[in-house]
């Protein structure tokens, strides 16, 4: 008993002389310099790849980059090659005598380019094709053999080139020198002449390094105002920030002294602000999603890729009786406008009373009539495209056939979006039809003999064709995620 009424002491002690800390503001820009590994294969492509990951550091604003022209000064000094490709522990001493905090070290592990052919229904055919039995294969292959001698060293598919690029980026401490972390880059581009491949394949590379590169050192900042949904944030255009940017919103942590010891509590996360207006020491943002206070004082930390949206609903209506499971990709979820792209799969009753199997694609588009972090009030505008699937009577032969039905139903709606908790929203939707429009009718499609294209059919019906008409009100009811760093 005595020993828990200890311990009850000591944690109402802890709690009473905790202590917050005052947030991390990332003022000061991390001077970083860009260097390639020992690799003496690929040099034009290495300065490329170097060149690259340099603008990519530079155009973020938090990094002070050690220029080009500082390196060779060094790289001459201490008698290294002078393309500025080095070993990770000249690396780190290049990094020192240049003053920097931290070394980026580039390797290139493979770089290929080929022409490859382009697939065609043809060629498809080809391969299928049997004909000629085993002498026929055998001629084939003497004859592909012959020709692949006599082009050798001749590019063969000189418009259609395959470019892949693999290699890896690692952060060194100049200090310590040792490497902080890692991560591995690889691009692939078929398509065109081979500085074209190339060029876009490098341009993949780039967007891979961007996001990486923010987490090399990502920003911190702090609350300093609270207006109802916005807030004024320290950093502003000088450490990159832009129109757009997120932060995350944390409590402050704490620090408790326990048993004689320091520990650090992290604090919790209470919303997330998108920033709207840029100086160039401040920035104003907004609150998107609030899931506790926000107070001057809160720290708030880089979100680095964004948000991303995706959804699943249940849909039901009434006349005709159908339903549905959606799975939606959401857009702009957290703006004025916004839409989504969505696919379905479920039943729906057609004219006969029978079930038919239902599968669709569409889009919608959407304006919040009331915004809010917590909960939206949406008119959209829902475009489905279906296709209903069912087999059509025996005709005369003692066939049926598997036959589709196009419809486009276009809907309008009012939808409720209400936060559950900090990546979780609930959403419930009632839509009206506007209308039922046939894209066609049931038809079947059937290849036909020494024709290249397959052929449709109307179906066979004996008795008054099954209808799908799709009108009065549709309930939806689902959640979305959000999915962030």
């Not at 802890?14 to 020992?38: C, G, H, Y």
């Not at 393309?83 to 390797?107: F, R, W």
């Not at 690889?186 to 491949?197: D, H, L, P, Q, R």
């Not at 279906?386 to 056939?401: A, L, Q, T």
């Amino acid at each position: 008993m005595m020993k828990f009424l200890y311990y009850i002491l000591i944690f109402k002690f802890s709690v009473i002389f905790s202590q917050d800390i005052i947030p991390n503001v990332t003022m000061e820009k991390k001077k970083l310099i860009v260097l390639t590994s020992d690799s003496q294969n690929w040099p034009d492509l290495n300065k490329r790849i170097t060149h690259i990951a340099t603008n990519v550091a530079a155009n973020l604003k938090r990094y002070e980059i050690i220029g080009r022209n500082s390196i060779k000064t060094i790289l001459e000094e201490q008698k290294l090659q002078h393309s500025g490709i080095v070993s990770p522990e000249d690396a780190v001493e290049i990094g020192k005598l240049a003053g920097a905090n931290e070394a980026v070290l580039i390797q290139l592990n493979i770089f290929g380019q080929k022409g490859i052919p382009k697939i065609t229904k043809q060629d498809s055919k080809e391969e299928k094709s049997t004909e000629g039995g085993l002498f026929g294969w055998i001629v084939k292959e003497v004859v592909k053999s012959e020709i692949n001698k006599n082009n050798q060293g001749i590019e063969l598919y000189p418009n259609n080139i395959q470019t892949i690029i693999d290699g890896e980026v690692s952060l060194l401490n100049i200090e310590t020198g040792q490497t902080i972390t890692s991560f591995p880059f690889n691009a692939e581009y078929t398509g065109g002449v081979k500085s074209k491949s190339l060029s876009k394949t490098l341009e993949i590379m780039r967007a891979q390094m961007k996001n990486k590169f923010k987490s090399f050192y990502e920003l911190s900042s702090e609350i300093l105002d609270v207006d109802g949904n916005n807030v004024t944030l320290v950093l502003g255009k000088e450490m990159g920030i832009n129109s757009g940017n997120l932060f995350e919103i944390f409590t402050r942590d704490k620090e408790r002294n326990i048993r004689n010891r320091i520990i650090t509590l992290p604090g919790k996360s209470v919303g997330i602000v998108e920033i709207k207006n840029v100086s160039d020491d401040a920035s104003e943002g907004e609150i998107i999603r609030k899931w506790g206070k926000v107070k001057p004082g809160f720290q708030a930390r880089e979100i680095r890729g964004g948000i991303n949206n995706g959804s699943m609903s249940f849909l039901y209506g009434h006349n005709p009786r159908n339903l549905r499971l959606r799975f939606s990709g959401n857009f702009n979820s957290y703006g004025r406008f916004g839409g989504s792209l969505f696919g379905d799969i479920g039943t729906v009753t057609d004219s006969r009373g029978r079930d038919d199997l239902h599968l669709g694609l569409g889009f919608s588009i959407n304006c919040k009539l009331i915004k809010s972090p917590v909960i939206n009030y949406i008119l959209l505008i829902n475009v489905p495209f279906d296709f209903h699937f069912r087999r059509d009577d025996v005709n005369i032969d003692g066939e049926s056939h598997l036959v589709i039905l196009p419809i486009m139903s276009p809907r309008i709606g009012m939808q409720t979006e209400i936060l559950l908790n900090r990546k979780v929203d609930l959403v419930l939707c009632l839509e009206n039809i506007l209308s039922n429009t046939r894209l066609g009718n049931w038809t079947y499609s059937e290849e036909q003999e020494n024709e290249e294209k397959s052929k449709s059919f109307d179906a066979h019906w004996t008795a008054d064709e099954p209808k799908i008409n799709y009108n009065g009100w549709v309930l939806t009811l689902g959640f979305r995620g959000s999915f962030f760093d």
